[in-house]
């Protein structure tokens, strides 16, 4: 779910709108080396681009500099992947090659995939302010927009660079000091305790301690 809407409902194909398109050709000096989920439709343009069904963008080398990525926000049945695979791939070249990737996503601060590719790992993030993104549906203005909620998130070497950019597009956090701490030990204490106690009822006092 997405901000309480069904993925489902959100098209795997919509592409990035020419403003944002700008606005990380700025943070990356000019080039986007790679987008590695591209289409026909789209206006993005890299160096490199991947397409199924030749080239599928998470098995092929992501050893680019500057990397963009609007990935299929659903789960892809026939491939056995979701979007989680992406945002693994985002924080594996930036660690593994130092690329610098940008990744447009929707926010989702309470799954998996943000706890173990963003909140830590990742160097900045901007909520986009938009109501409702509009991206572009076949190329084209795709009218209502978006309904969740949608960042940009930044694995890369230029903070500054990227929140001067991002600013104006909406509220950019810095996340670097969040690198190497123990974040949400509490949740995983409470989390322990209510598995170790196989119930909810009998173990308020447990709970009760960790939380103060
Ligand atoms: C949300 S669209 C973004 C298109 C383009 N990157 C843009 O931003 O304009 C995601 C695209 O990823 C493509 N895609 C999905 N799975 C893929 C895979 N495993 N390898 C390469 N492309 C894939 C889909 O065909 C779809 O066009």
């Known amino acids: 779910m997405t901000a309480g809407r069904s993925i489902?409902?959100?098209?795997?194909?919509?592409?990035?709108?020419?403003?944002?398109?700008?606005a990380v050709r700025e943070v990356f000096g000019g080039t986007i080396a790679l987008d590695p989920c591209s289409n026909r439709h789209s206006v993005v343009k890299a160096e490199t681009e991947y397409?199924?069904?030749?080239?599928?963008?998470?098995?092929?080398?992501?050893?680019?500099?500057?990397?963009?990525?609007?990935?299929?926000?659903?789960?892809?049945?026939?491939?056995?992947?979701?979007?989680?695979?992406?945002?693994?791939?985002?924080?594996n070249a930036h660690q593994e090659h130092r690329s610098d990737v940008l990744a447009l996503v929707p926010v989702a601060t309470n799954t998996k995939h943000w706890k173990d590719y963003v909140?830590?790992?990742?160097?900045?993030?901007?909520?986009?302010?938009?109501?409702?993104?509009?991206?572009?549906?076949?190329?084209?203005?795709?009218?209502?927009g978006a309904p969740m909620s949608c960042c940009m998130i930044y694995w890369g070497s230029d903070v500054e660079r990227f929140e001067g950019v991002f600013l104006p597009h909406g509220a950019v956090v810095d996340l670097r000091r969040l690198q190497g701490k123990p974040i949400g030990l509490e949740r995983n204490a409470e989390h322990t305790l209510l598995f170790a106690n196989g119930s909810l009822s009998g173990h308020g006092k447990h709970l009760l301690r960790v939380q103060s």
């Open 8 to 22: 489902v409902s959100i098209s795997q194909t919509w592409c990035t709108p020419p403003k944002y398109i700008r």
């Open 51 to 91: 397409r199924l069904p030749d080239h599928d963008g998470l098995h092929c080398s992501w050893n680019f500099p500057t990397i963009y990525v609007n990935p299929p926000y659903g789960a892809d049945r026939e491939r056995g992947t979701t979007i989680k695979h992406w945002l693994r791939k985002c924080a």
């Open 119 to 144: 909140f830590g790992v990742a160097d900045a993030l901007a909520f986009l302010y938009d109501t409702r993104l509009k991206f572009l549906v076949d190329g084209k203005d795709g009218g209502k």
